[in-house]
Antibody, heavy 116, light 110 residues
Framework: EVQLVQSGAEVKKPGATVKISCKVSGYTFTDYYIHWVQQAPGKGLEWMGLVDPEDDETTYAEKFQGRVTITADTSTDTAYMEVSSLRSEDTAMFYC?????????WGQGTLVTVSS | QSALTQPASVSGSPGQSITISCIGTSNDVGGYSLVSWYQQHPGKAPKLMIYEDSKRPSGVSNRFSGSKSGNTASLTISGLQAEDEADYYCCSYASSRSWVFGGGTKLTVL
């Protein structure tokens, strides 16, 4: 069974950096991209970017280019998503997801709250 | 990329059928057979309901079907049930290893 388990909720101050993890099991980590999706409170899903664990290549949505870094660690089958220079508008649920050309499997989500 | 366009809300009575549209461009929806649909209940992670425009994952009810014509994809739910009440999102591959979601549609079962 494919499982994606994310790290726990975070509370950060404006200007700080947050790094969320997504540990996968149940399939070969390097077979599929790991995607990250943001969902602000009461809002829709927004694709942020992906990492290809096979070669560490990344792609980011234009909105997230520059402040977001997505990485993968094949030694632990874990993907990471880091957001720097946090602002209140970054308060959101963040999901990791994987699959072949779609998002078959999802993590449980990690809530990041940015507040002074 | 711009988000795909979905109606904000749709509603239907139990047993009826509803259709949710998802309008994109030739650079996403119309350019690839890679539209997928996701169901999200409050406080839950999204769940894949349709992939590659019209394919249904194992375990998903055959009451859910997907189709596409040009730059518009559609999700149809037949025989509406109370448990279908949720938010629904379309998503499309948009070239160069990027994806784009629709704004989401809230389905209310009356």
């Amino acid at each position: 069974e494919v499982q994606l388990v994310q790290s726990g909720a975070e509370v950060k101050k404006p200007g700080a950096t947050v790094k969320i993890s997504c540990k996968v099991s149940g399939y070969t980590f390097t077979d599929y991209y790991i995607h990250w999706v943001q969902q602000a409170p009461g809002k829709g899903l927004e694709w942020m970017g992906l990492v290809d664990p096979e070669d560490d290549e990344t792609t980011y949505a234009e909105k997230f280019q520059g402040r977001v870094t997505i990485t993968a660690d094949t030694s632990t089958d874990t993907a990471y998503m880091e957001v720097s220079s946090l602002r209140s508008e970054d308060t959101a649920m963040f999901y990791c997801a994987t699959g072949f050309r779609n998002f078959d499997s999802w993590g449980q989500g990690t809530l990041v709250t940015v507040s002074s | 990329q711009s988000a795909l366009t979905q109606p904000a809300s749709v509603s239907g009575s139990p047993g009826q059928s509803i259709t949710i549209s998802c309008i994109g461009t030739s650079n996403d929806v119309g350019g690839y057979s890679l539209v997928s649909w996701y169901q999200q209940h409050p406080g839950k992670a999204p769940k894949l309901m349709i992939y590659e425009d019209s394919k249904r994952p194992s375990g998903v009810s055959n009451r859910f079907s997907g189709s596409k014509s040009g730059n518009t994809a559609s999700l149809t739910i037949s025989g509406l049930q109370a448990e279908d009440e949720a938010d629904y999102y379309c998503c499309s591959y948009a070239s160069s290893r990027s994806w784009v979601f629709g704004g989401g549609t809230k389905l209310t079962v009356l």
